[in-house]
């Protein structure tokens, strides 16, 4: 008897080690949805267009005036009113949050912040990508137009180096918490749950392109009067580097609201005679990330595997 139960409990181990190895192949990185849900990611659009549009939409029509510097307007209903427009993406994002999980989820989305995934190489590729891109411009700008261009943005205003630091902090709050809860918190994940990281980045890229588009005709906004056309395709790009950042630190908002904030912050001068100057460094810099962390996840080797945020 000895002899005929030894199989059966050689099988029953097999069959319990081969569970456990598809339970783990089976986990959802930091980063993705454990399924796509394109209903709540309409709805999620659905509100942080409608927020900011009609915030803007006032503005336009001279309800609600735009804030032109720190303190300007800013005391009043008015100026309070038309600084939270831009808060449109993260007011959905915790919206939708909670209509579909409850507190549990808003805490989950609050935690994506707080979650300690933001390593220190990490920390310092997020600050430090921008300023080099930035950098790599100049110097092939210098090459290409043989001009002796300036290295720093402040060059000849040595002083206005101090600034820097309110210029990052007011993009850190009105740019990256505005809007990266909304759109790496709460809509990057549910989409590289349906299409690989490269593909989530363009797709989010567009979008998130086109809720600026107001902002191109709203006398006072920083984009007022900037050639959309130029612009966008630099978004969309940039939108990679964002995907990049964040799955690599496990889905951290934190690390994507200071990129966000170190995109909007201006430290080397840039970018001499022409965009393609610009679009071909940059452009340089995302065919290498692709390639040596390819498009799948662009993340190197096992995906970083936690609980996502979503069901």
Known sequence: MGDNLEPQTMDKVTEAER?????????????????FEPRNLAFFFLIAFGVTWSGIGLIFLGILKYPTAIGAQ?????????????FGPTI???????????????????RRFWNRNLT???????????????????????QLDGQAYPIL????????????????????????????F??????????????????????????WAIWHIPAFFTPGAPLYQTDFWT????????????????????GSVLAAA?????????????CGSSIWHSYGVLLFMIVLIVFVFGAKNLVRGQPNIVTAIHP
């Open 19 to 35: 569970s456990g190895q598809e339970m783990l192949t089976t986990q959802i990185p930091a980063y993705k949805a454990k399924v």
């Open 74 to 86: 800013n005391g009043s209903v008015s100026g309070i009113v038309a600084v939270l427009t831009g």
């Open 92 to 110: 959905a994002g915790f919206a939708m949050m909670a209509f579909t999980e409850g507190r549990s989820g808003v805490s989950a989305l609050w």
């Open 120 to 142: 220190i190489p990490w920390l310092l590729v997020t600050l430090l990508f921008f300023p080099a891109l930035a950098l790599a411009v100049n110097l092939v700008s210098r």
């Open 153 to 180: 943005d402040f060059a000849e205003q040595p002083s206005m180096i101090i600034p820097i630091i309110p210029q990052f902090l007011v993009a850190f709050i009105f740019s990256g918490l505005a809007e990266e």
């Open 182 to 207: 909304g759109w790496r918190g709460y809509a990057l994940p549910i989409m590289q749950a349906r299409w690989n990281a490269l593909i989530s980045s363009l797709i989010l890229g567009i979008i």
């Open 231 to 250: 612009w966008a395709p630099w978004l969309i790009l940039e939108s990679i580097v964002f995907t990049w950042i964040f799955n690599n630190t496990k």
């Open 258 to 270: 200071l990129l966000h904030a170190m995109a909007n912050t201006k430290i080397f001068w840039c």
